[in-house]
């Protein structure tokens, strides 16, 4: 009997520490740092002189820098609208999506800071995902960089950012 009762607690404390190092796993905050490569059309919208309204949507790959994680080989797509009066870029806002290696999708919010002539800036927070990204929270800051685009009518740009997130 004595055996027994060190058996079931030996297994109990084993049983507890695992636990505790698997709930510090999921819970723990990883830092990605990636480069993001874009290509966007948009249609405008004319409301008065040297003033429209944008809608834009937008394309890309994602390239982990150590090229490794979860974000690392997504494809990524993002639509969303600005209202730009004498190029002047007011309330650029997007909703998008990842999709990772495994299929699974996760979603984000961002929000655009442009001035003509100077980088993109923006904040994004994930807002969700399927498979084992349901439940993700995380956000980042991007600097956006402009490239003269491989043909009339597109945009072509890449950002540099370092998404954080924590999988629950």
């Known amino acids: 009997m004595k ?3 060190l ?18 796993q999921t819970g723990k905050e990883i ?7 874009w290509h966007a059309t948009a249609k405008d919208l004319p409301l008065d002189k040297d003033c429209v309204f ?21 494809t990524v797509r993002c639509m969303g609208s600005v209202y730009v009066n004498k190029g002047v870029f007011e309330g650029d806002i997007g909703y998008g999506y990842y999709v990772l290696q495994n299929g699974d999708k996760v979603f984000f919010k961002t929000d655009f800071v442009r001035k003509p002539g ?20 995380g956000s980042y800051d991007l600097t956006g960089y ?8 597109i945009g072509q740009s890449y950002n540099k950012l370092s998404i954080k997130y924590k999988l629950p």
């Open 3 to 5: 055996k027994i009762i």
């Open 146 to 153: 402009n490239l003269k685009p491989a043909m009339e009518g």
């Open 118 to 137: 100077a980088p993109s800036k923006a904040t994004t927070t994930l807002i969700g995902g399927t498979g084992k990204c349901v439940g993700i929270q």
């Open 31 to 37: 830092v990605e740092p990636v480069t993001s490569t």
């Open 54 to 74: 944008r809608t834009w949507e937008a394309f890309g790959i994602v390239i982990s820098d150590t090229g490794t994680g979860l974000f690392h080989g997504s």
């Open 7 to 24: 058996v079931l607690g030996l297994s109990l404390v084993f049983l507890f520490s695992f636990g505790l190092a698997l709930q510090a």
